[in-house]
């Protein structure tokens, strides 16, 4: 094992097959999107979907404005509507749902997509030590619905204490009583035996459900949770202290986000215009400190648009702060410090961050019982093949309904907590894989994890069988805090998280870390021989695996963001410094501004807070009734939506949207890859011709089903006898045959033909060069298929040399390594009446499917 720091070749290695592996990643996407549409029309909903209002039709003047259209604003559009006498304006900055985040098992693909605002936390010295640049990864929904489009579907309340101790802290109307309602408002429970529950409701728009698709090492690990002494319960019922299959925010096994539950029922209403890729820059004040309107931009096109009665920030715990700071409100010394005049001077803006934080790299490996090849846990192999396509296009069941990340949850105590209080102080996720089992594709990429800490990690363990078992700090002492970066919108603000900073935060997360080893040990998991992962963090390799100083110095490394930032914005009477918005979230010195998001919590909930957002914009949403209920509308409405100065001519744009099902453009490779451009592309353009709704003729042609002869010509399998996972001959342990990169599946990719090309030959160097992860920009597997004049992909041949300061022996015919379904692209020139054109297949896991161009 490397030293951490020394220069190591496995990194390299590691990140090269990684690089390779992707390769197949975004032709797998538009398979899998072509597949949906023709196969699943439910998930594409065409009818229904929100129409993105043009800007040249949208009004002067509305009575709200709701900045933001994630978790919180998609709410709140909806129930503000229900007054048909009101005009809302939702303003998103993001697109609108791409048909593949409501897949589960794309979950961790989402994160670090054009739908993710892609935050990154400012270095630190005490956390993400094992990141990129120490920097953490904090993922934001970009798009319609926000994070509840790109999170785990978790649906978890918290715990009753929290919202009671909300109230004692002068939050008036918001202890467990007071919002228990709201959270029944929006449910749909579909879990029977919870149906009839008093804490739970049906027929709300929310729809709640066990995740469609679980792996058997799931219920072991529950067994074992048992044999430790907790129970199998409802933690969102009487008590939450337990186990429990994770409750999801998910629909016939599909992703519900809060556009789903809550816009798309909305979507028709006349009196609501939802614009999309409009980013508001700041909120516009007058003189008397009322907030009138809103600036914002799209499409390179600058407007100002008025509210009579309300603008309303639900722009999450990163955004809403950073628009109040560019607005003019927050701290006075550091507007000034940006050039920003202070309205109002409220040093509790961007303060009070809190963060759930977990200790990531707690895997731990077992043996497979089956002897039949069937896996016992999620392996990423498994999601790619085309049994498990037709299992979710056509028969809607398999794996594409995984969600791995947390198929189960636990609520447990430290020695640290009284366990006779129901208050747990450490969440467990419960995850029927680890990242070995994703070959380092997507967890790697999602967590910011470097080269040097994935292979050491993990390289050597490759699709070995694997759970994890998450701790995660419900109640973190430690504070952050936001600052703008400079005072200009399209700059993120700096994020300073400051995990650990409090020191009882590590000690309970260590004793959460204890409490996952001793569920590892029940009678359970032991039959399986279940135990952790012999590796250690390079950053932490001096120290006994499992230690209290290997336990630290781990969470400390491998520090994880569960995606939930909260308080920012904190609810507060104004007696408290740093209360920014009051219990009705209105801010304070500034008349007709709410924030209604995460950011208004004064404490973070004891749970994932999907759930909890949703509840406080439903309670908004009542708040706000009230509050305008008993005000007269002379002098605070809008003009009428079709007189005076609302523009007549707009009358005929506000009619209910009228899609033609039977002529659909599709252009599955822009949609797909513009939603995941980190994947590798081979710059070609698949343009499906218009799809004609029953005639199959006009479809992509998903045919030729050449099975496994057509395969093998295709990719040939290895001959050696002797080749058995994790490794073959060519790899024994501390040899690395220089012919092979580390993986262990035993298939190769027929090469790409650029290296025989002389003009191709300033692509040869494409390894790092000096340091890890600096690559050319131009992509040595890049070709276009429109392109004529290029190679016949047919060659087999490639000559390849290494970079001679890596001081490794250069090689012939340099094979690729990969799993089981990789892609290869053959192309033709045709003649035709019009001149030459180019035919082009796809072949997929055995399957060979035509791209009609």
Known sequence: MSTYGQMSIRPILSNTRIMFGLLPGLGAMIVLRMAIHIYRPDIEDAEHRVRDHPFEHLYDCYDFIIVG????????????????????????????????????????????????????????????????????????????????????????????????????????????????????????????????????????????????????????????????????????????????????????????????????????????????????????????????????????????????????????????????????????????????????????????????????????????????????????????????LIDFAVHKKGYLYSMMEAEAMAFVNTKFQDATEDYPDIQLFIAPTADNMDGGWFGKRANGLTDETYAE??????????????????????????????????????????????????????????????????????????????????????????????????????????????????????????????????????????????????????????????????????????????????????????????HQENKESDEPSKINLNHIDLDVFSETSNIFPHLPTDKFEVKATKLKKGNIDSKPHLISREYEAKYKEIIPIHKSKDLKPPYGPEFQQNHINPNFLPGNIPYYLTPYPYWNIPQYSDRYNWLPQGNYGQYPKQNPYQFNVMNRSRPNLKQKKRPYTLPANHKLTPVQNYPYRVDQTPLFYETENISTPKGQKCKAWLYYNGIKYEIVL
């Open 69 to 388: 259209g994630g978790s919180a604003g998609a709410v709140l559009a909806n129930r503000l509507t229900e007054n048909p006498e009101w005009t809302v304006l939702l303003l998103e900055a993001g697109q609108d749902e791409n048909v593949l985040s409501e897949l589960p098992v794309l979950f961790p693909v989402l994160q670090t997509s054009s739908i993710d605002w892609q935050f990154v936390t400012e270095p630190g010295d005490e956390y993400c030590l094992s990141m990129v640049d120490k920097r953490c990864k904090w993922p934001r929904g970009k798009v319609l619905g926000g994070s509840s489009v790109l999170n785990a579907m978790l649906y978890i309340r918290g715990n009753r204490r929290d919202y009671d101790n909300w109230a004692s802290m002068g939050n008036t109307g918001w202890s467990f009583s007071d919002v228990l309602p709201y959270f029944l408002k929006s449910e749909d429970m579909r879990i029977p035996e919870y149906q009839d529950s008093p804490f739970h409701s049906t027929g709300g728009p929310l729809t709640i459900e066990y995740f469609k698709y679980e792996q058997p090492i799931t219920r072991k690990i529950l067994e074992a949770g048992q044999q430790l002494g907790y129970n199998i319960l409802d933690v969102n019922g009487a008590y939450q202290t337990g186990f429990t299959r994770s409750h999801a925010t998910v629909r016939d096994g599909l992703r519900c986000s809060t556009a789903k539950a809550f816009l798309r029922p909305a979507g028709k209403r006349l009196n609501l215009h939802v614009s999309m890729h409009s980013l508001v820059e700041k909120v516009l004040i007058d003189e008397h400190k009322k907030a009138y309107g809103v600036q914002f931009t799209k499409h390179g096109q600058h407007r100002i648009v008025k509210a009579s009665k309300e603008v309303i920030l639900s722009a999450g715990a990163i955004q809403s702060p950073q628009l109040l700071m560019l607005s003019g409100i927050g701290d006075a010394r550091h507007l000034k410090e940006n050039g920003i005049y202070p309205i109002v001077d409220l040093p509790g803006v961007g303060k009070n961050l809190q963060d759930h934080v977990a200790m990531g790299g707690h895997s731990f490996l077992f043996d497979n019982p089956y002897d039949n090849g069937t896996d016992y846990c999620f392996n990423l192999i498994n999601a790619y093949m085309l049994n498990t």
């Open 457 to 646: 990690l993990y390289e050597d363990i490759l699709y070995d069988s694997s759970f994890s078992i998450v701790p995660l700090l419900l109640r973190p002492r430690s504070r952050g805090f936001l600052k703008l970066r400079d005072a200009n919108p399209y700059s993120p603000p700096l994020i300073y998280p400051n995990y650990y900073s409090d020191p009882q935060d590590m000690k309970v997360m260590v004793e959460g870390a204890r409490i996952v080893q001793a569920i590892v040990e029940q009678p359970a998991l032991r039959k399986l021989n279940a135990r952790p992962n012999p590796n250690r963090n390079p950053g932490c390799a001096d120290f006994d695996l499992m230690s209290q100083e290997h336990l630290e110095c781990q969470a400390r490394h491998h520090t994880l963001t569960i995606y939930h930032p909260v308080g920012t914005c904190a609810m507060g009477p104004v007696n408290i410094p740093e209360s920014v918005v009051d219990p009705r979230l209105r801010v304070y010195g500034i008349s007709n501004l709410r924030v209604v998001d995460g950011s208004i919590m004064p404490t973070i909930v004891s749970g994932n807070t999907n759930a909890p957002i949703i509840m406080i914009a439903e309670k908004a949403s009542d708040m706000i009734k009230e509050d305008w209920s008993d005000v007269a509308d002379y002098g605070n409405s809008c003009p009428p939506i079709y007189n005076g100065r609302q």
